[in-house]
């Protein structure tokens, strides 16, 4: 079955601290995959998008690693600010036929506190 | 330039009522995706529509059902909403001859059922 796990399912931390969230994937075929950062009843917006062959990748304060190896990626945040709180989901496309399907994580949801 | 735009932000409805949520894409997307994400969840993918056409769709009963128009927007209706309805509603754009790199996600539309 494809699926996306994510870990913590939440997380507290102080401002100032790094932290890092984990995403683990059952999905085949494999295209890529992203870290979304989501408000509170907002849309998700895109942090990092990385392909099979890219094993980092890195957007401000927001560091992303995959390992397609063991299926396997992590989102580290550095020096952490109130307006990091938020949901992070990580998202797996898929490739089928000549187009393909995304598959959401539940998401960290990270709050920041001062 | 404007990104993905959806109406209305907020709609309650009450149970078996019909809704119609709306969704115009990103400038030069041809794709749009409809999810449905419920409180602390991930969104869950209920259909892509391309060429006014449905192309995918996930787990959802025919009570949802969308349209596409030619100039690329689209609705999502539901119909005999049940309290489970209650959800956030996310429009993605995205352009078919791309890479599935390019999804912008709208704001969403919050429909709560009573």
């Known amino acids: 079955k494809n699926q996306v796990e994510q870990s913590p399912q939440s997380l507290i931390i102080l401002e100032g601290k790094n932290c890092t969230l984990q995403?683990?994937?059952?999905?085949?075929?494999?295209?890529?995959l992203r870290w979304y950062k989501q408000d509170t009843g907002r849309g998700p917006v895109s942090l990092t998008i990385m392909t099979f062959s890219e094993n980092t990748k890195s957007n401000g304060r927001y560091t992303a690693t995959l390992d397609a190896d063991t299926k396997q990626s992590s989102l580290h945040i550095t020096a952490s600010q109130l307006s990091d709180s938020a949901s992070y989901i990580c998202?797996?496309?898929?490739?089928?036929?000549?187009?393909?399907?995304?598959?959401f994580g539940s998401g960290t949801r990270l709050l920041v506190r001062p | 330039d404007a990104g993905v735009t959806q109406s209305p932000t907020h709609l309650i409805k009450t149970r078996g009522q019909q809704v119609t949520l709306r969704c115009s894409p990103k400038s030069g997307h041809d794709t749009v995706s409809w999810y449905q994400q419920a409180l602390g969840q991930g969104p869950q993918f209920i259909f892509q529509?391309?060429?006014?056409?449905?192309?995918q769709r996930g787990n959802f009963p025919d009570r949802f059902s969308g349209h596409q128009f030619p100039n690329y927007s689209s609705e999502l209706n539901v119909n005999a909403l049940l309290l489970g309805d209650s959800a956030l509603y996310l429009c993605?754009?995205?352009?078919?001859?791309?890479?599935?790199?390019?999804?912008?996600f709208g704001p969403g539309t919050r429909l709560t059922v009573t």
């Open positions: 998202v797996v496309s898929q490739m089928m036929d000549s187009s393909y399907k995304l598959i």
């Open positions: 993605a754009s995205s352009w078919d001859r791309g890479s599935s790199y390019e999804q912008y």
């Open positions: 529509y391309y060429e006014e056409e449905e192309r």
């Open positions: 995403c683990n994937y059952t999905v085949s075929p494999f295209s890529n």
